[in-house]
């Protein structure tokens, strides 16, 4: 049973700094990607920032040079970074797990989501 479990959200100031993290357990063959979403109140859910197959990072224009995503590997964990944080980005985040099993399925996998709200 494959499970992310997202851990660091909360509150802070504007201007302020949060790191969410996302861990994935269970048995899996590879990670083929990894994704951070966020989802404002009455509004839709939107990309933020993800790691390709290759490696490669990018980034949703409102977030760039602000939100670093990050991963460690061993853990199979992915950091998201977020500094100067601002009132819109008050959000629930979310991580998503592109995920091979070892039986050759692939799959999404989505953690449970974090609170992070940010005030003036």
């Known amino acids: 049973q494959v499970q992310l479990v997202e851990s660091g959200g909360g509150l802070v100031q504007a201007g302020g700094s949060l790191r969410l993290a996302c861990a994935v357990s269970?048995?899996?063959?590879?990670?083929?990607?990894m994704r951070w979403y966020r989802q404002a109140p009455g509004k839709q859910r939107e990309w933020v920032a993800g790691?390709?197959?290759?490696?490669?990072?990018s980034y949703a224009d409102s977030v760039k040079a602000r939100f670093t995503i990050s991963r460690d590997n061993a853990k199979n964990t992915v950091y998201l970074q977020m500094i100067n944080l601002k009132r819109e980005d008050t959000a629930v985040y979310y991580c998503?797990?592109?995920?091979?099993?070892?039986?050759?399925?692939?799959?999404?996998?989505w953690g449970q989501g974090s609170q992070v709200t940010v005030s003036s």
């Open positions: 998503c797990a592109n995920i091979l099993s070892r039986s050759l399925a692939q799959q999404d996998y």
């Open positions: 269970g048995t899996i063959f590879r990670i083929n990607t």
């Open positions: 790691f390709t197959i290759s490696g490669s990072t």
